[in-house]
């Protein structure tokens, strides 16, 4: 088959065409995986993968991931399924960040696959902070370079109880916890900068008074999410979204009103595979 790629704006993403998910020889793994690093997300249409296959795919590139605070399916407890109610207009994910920032390990890559999409509204935003990284202001580039940032889980427990559908996991009894990352990550995989800092989860500058971080911090979540660096996508039913948590940052826009796309149910399913810690 001849793959085909559609890049969906300037800064990252690509639709592709031409390749089959539910194919996981190594061959086929390492096609998928090139696409990924060069366009740091990627979408497939009309791929209708089995829970069984989408795990499959997921293995290819790692351990699987627990989330630390959502619990996963009853028989794929690897899978949690993302559901927004019918009569509900948020949805989890809706400001900038990336996944679970505030583990020591956050996740490597997510596979999400749509199950139920409204008519219209939930589309997903993506930033990309390699970009974001090179495009930065010199002088906050100086101050940061060499610096760490605290990552906190604060709020991420909190989500659970705004959505009827999806239930916690108990395990963790919704400690807050955090961990400490370099505000400036090198790609284990290619070797590029990364801007690691989001809007969600990251507190606090390291070794910096705490106006000047606050300052600082501003500055770059208004810089890492310009439009310019960003991409987005509408869903349909059966698309597979594969992102590098590594190097983007996501948002999942709540566009839901009465009369548009409120009213219908938006079911998404997501494995999420164990990343490093960042270096
Ligand atoms: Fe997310």
């Known amino acids: 088959?001849?793959?085909?790629?559609?890049?969906?704006?300037?800064?990252?993403?690509?639709?592709?065409?031409?390749?089959?998910?539910?194919?996981?020889?190594?061959?086929?793994?390492?096609?998928?995986?090139?696409?990924?690093?060069?366009?740091?997300?990627?979408?497939?249409?009309?791929?209708?993968?089995?829970?069984?296959?989408?795990?499959?795919?997921?293995?290819?590139?790692?351990?699987?991931?627990?989330?630390?605070?959502?619990?996963?399916?009853?028989?794929?407890?690897?899978?949690?399924?993302?559901?927004?109610?019918?009569?509900?207009?948020?949805?989890?994910?809706?400001?900038?960040?990336?996944?679970?920032?505030?583990?020591?390990?956050?996740?490597?890559?997510?596979?999400?696959?749509?199950?139920k999409i409204p008519p219209v509204g939930g589309d997903t935003c993506f930033s990309n902070m390699e970009l974001a990284w090179e495009t930065l202001d010199g002088k906050i580039k100086d101050k940061i370079k060499d610096k760490k940032a605290i990552h906190s889980s604060l709020g991420a427990e909190f989500f659970l109880e705004n959505y009827k559908k999806m239930e916690g996991n108990k395990n963790k009894n919704y400690n807050e916890y955090s961990n400490e990352h370099p505000m400036v990550r090198t790609h284990p995989e290619t070797g590029k900068k990364i801007l690691f800092v989001n809007w969600t989860y990251t507190k606090e500058i390291i070794g910096m008074k705490r106006e000047e971080s606050e300052e600082i911090l501003k500055q770059i979540f208004e810089h890492q999410t310009r439009l310019d660096l960003t991409c987005r996508f509408t869903w349909t039913e059966n698309a597979v979204c594969i992102w590098d948590n590594r190097s983007v940052i996501h948002y999942a826009i709540a566009d839901f009103y009465p009369g548009k796309g409120l009213g219908y149910e938006r079911v998404m399913d997501r494995i999420a595979i164990e990343g490093d810690h960042p270096q």
């Open 1 to 115: 088959m001849q793959i085909e790629t559609k890049l969906l704006s300037g800064a990252l993403g690509a639709e592709i065409k031409g390749i089959d998910l539910t194919d996981i020889s190594d061959d086929n793994f390492k096609k998928i995986n090139d696409l990924l690093l060069e366009h740091k997300v990627i979408f497939f249409r009309d791929q209708p993968l089995t829970a069984e296959q989408h795990i499959a795919l997921a293995e290819k590139f790692g351990p699987l991931e627990t989330h630390a605070y959502v619990k996963g399916l009853e028989k794929f407890p690897e899978i949690v399924r993302i559901i927004k109610a019918e009569d509900e207009k948020n949805q989890w994910g809706e400001n900038w960040h990336s996944d679970v920032s505030y583990n020591f390990k956050p996740t490597k890559a997510v596979i999400l696959k749509s199950i």
